[in-house]
């Protein structure tokens, strides 16, 4: 294997990647996500604030796992 590595496999992973959150996403299979406990939301009137903090932390779980098991195999 040359280094550096070539991007092309990369880019088609992240692209498969993309079309199945997306497929998810229009689904509504992910129709729970932002609305974790501990998401806060406050609706008023005129302000909406939305501070998606655990679900952040779910992503930011996941995103650590896969680059973790990609380093490990690859």
């Given amino acids: 294997m040359s280094w550096p590595p070539s991007p092309g496999p990369l880019l088609v992973t992240l692209g498969i990647g993309l079309i199945l959150i997306g497929l ?41 796992l896969v680059l973790y098991l990609a380093r490990r195999f690859f």
């Fill in 24 to 64: 998810l996403l229009w689904s509504g299979s992910l129709s729970w996500f932002g609305r974790l406990p501990g998401d806060i939301r406050i609706e008023r009137e005129s302000v909406r604030i939305y501070l998606p903090i655990v679900s952040m932390l779910v992503i930011s779980v996941l995103v650590s």
